[in-house]
């Protein structure tokens, strides 16, 4: 008998098998829980893929895992006039905290500081007093060609609040009759800076590079406010009054402790959307170890069917063996079987995914968002499936070994 003859006997043979022994209502107990289990993760994955960008939707220089933070400002506290710095210990304790990877310090202008805006073809100008912050450039996102001061061409790069544009627009310019300006045009609006102090006086033009919706401040580059400083300020170096920390999780609940029990505070919403996403991330987790939980419940649904399945079949399936086939041909219609179940198991649930995604979609569309790519939650359930179909097919073979084992 010829090898391919052998092989279709063997699997005319399996099949009677299959089919005489085979029990319909465990293998769809199993293809139902497994599709339950795997649906679930995949689903829970892809949610939060989709509804994430809703909490990291940031300006796109400053970072989504920055807070801004400062000592609260307390009555009392007003009247002593108590120091709302930062000394350098506390600093170093922020920094030895496990929720913080760094921290960078806010330094403000030591000068005398007025700003003018020409308004372009009126005639009219808009001056007022003003200050200066900066931040360490790594905390910076900007084009390198756009965030840097050279002193030899004293040109002032600066990074503004959107509230104040706001002001301008709505408020200013309402009032007095003043056209308003777009962010595209305010940046190429002539703007000076008169700096005072030290015994110099100097106006230096200025470029508005980019807008904040968390920031609400003006920023210039580090290495500006240290020229600035030591040529028109005292040269005196001094604690910061507020601090831009990189942590691990904005909601983090030991965090948030921390403040308290210190008395700082966090600038913007920044907690409370960190908070919502760290509750997201946590109710994710769950749903998926849940969805984890039943797909390998499924799993050992399906090998407790296939080894009663091989049970009932013990003798004949040792009869095979000693008849010359090989354990690897007699477990092949069984592996074949487990492989055609997944696979319809995967493709059923990744369709149930996208159709539960179609449905979620333009609520959240509706928050500004369109939601992330289904790649991952994809991968996910290919990878899930391909480690279950891996155990099942070990397990046959095992199983099929030890009966080749006891016939030999």
Not at 123 to 132: A, D, E, V
Not at 270 to 288: D, E, H, P, R, S
């Amino acid at each position: 008998m010829s090898k391919a003859n052998k092989d279709n006997t063997c699997k005319a043979l399996m099949w009677k098998l299959l089919r005489k022994h085979i029990s319909p209502s465990q293998l769809v107990g199993f293809s139902v829980a497994s599709l339950i289990g795997l649906t679930i993760v995949i689903l829970a994955v892809q949610f939060h893929q989709d509804v994430r960008p809703v909490f990291n939707d940031e300006e796109s220089f400053i970072r989504k895992d920055y807070l801004i933070i400062t000592r609260k400002v307390s009555t009392v506290g007003t009247f002593l006039g108590s120091n709302n710095e930062f000394s350098p210990k506390a600093i170093a304790d922020i920094e030895a905290q496990p929720w913080c990877r760094k921290v960078g310090k806010f330094s403000s202008n030591d000068y005398s500081l007025y700003a003018t805006l020409a308004m372009g073809g009126t005639g009219q100008s808009m001056g007022t007093m003003m200050f200066f912050e900066s931040i360490p450039t790594e905390f910076i996102d900007v084009k390198d060609s756009d965030w840097k001061f050279d002193p030899s061409r004293p040109e002032v790069p600066v990074i503004m609040s959107r509230d104040y544009l706001s002001l301008y627009n709505f408020g200013f310019a309402a009032s007095r009759g003043l056209p308003q300006i777009s962010e595209g045009i305010v940046s190429k609006v002539p703007i000076q800076f008169t700096l005072r102090g030290n015994g110099n006086n100097e106006t230096l033009k200025g470029r508005i590079v980019g807008f904040s919706n968390r920031l609400n401040t003006i920023v210039v580059p580090d290495e500006f406010m240290r020229w600035s400083n030591q040529r028109y300020g005292s040269g005196v170096e001094r604690n910061p009054s507020r601090l831009i920390v990189e942590v691990n999780s904005p909601g983090d609940v030991k965090m948030q402790k921390y403040f308290d029990e210190h008395g700082y505070q966090v600038a913007g919403d920044k907690m409370q959307q960190g908070k919502a996403q760290y509750f997201l991330n946590l109710i994710v987790t769950i749903v998926i170890i849940v969805g984890i939980i039943i797909s390998l419940l499924s799993f050992f649904v399906l090998m407790l069917s296939i080894y009663l399945l091989l049970q009932k079949n013990t003798k004949k399936l040792q009869d095979l063996l000693l008849l010359g086939y090989s354990p690897s041909q007699v477990s092949k219609t069984y592996i074949n079987m487990v492989m055609a179940i997944n696979a319809v198991v995967l493709v059923v649930a990744i369709i149930i995914m996208l159709l539960a995604r179609a449905s979620y979609m333009p609520m959240l569309k509706a928050l500004g968002t369109t939601g992330g790519t289904v790649i991952i939650a994809i991968v996910v359930a290919v990878i899930i499936m391909l480690l279950i179909t891996t155990g099942n097919i070990v397990a046959i073979k095992r199983k099929i070994n030890s009966l080749w084992i006891h016939s030999a």
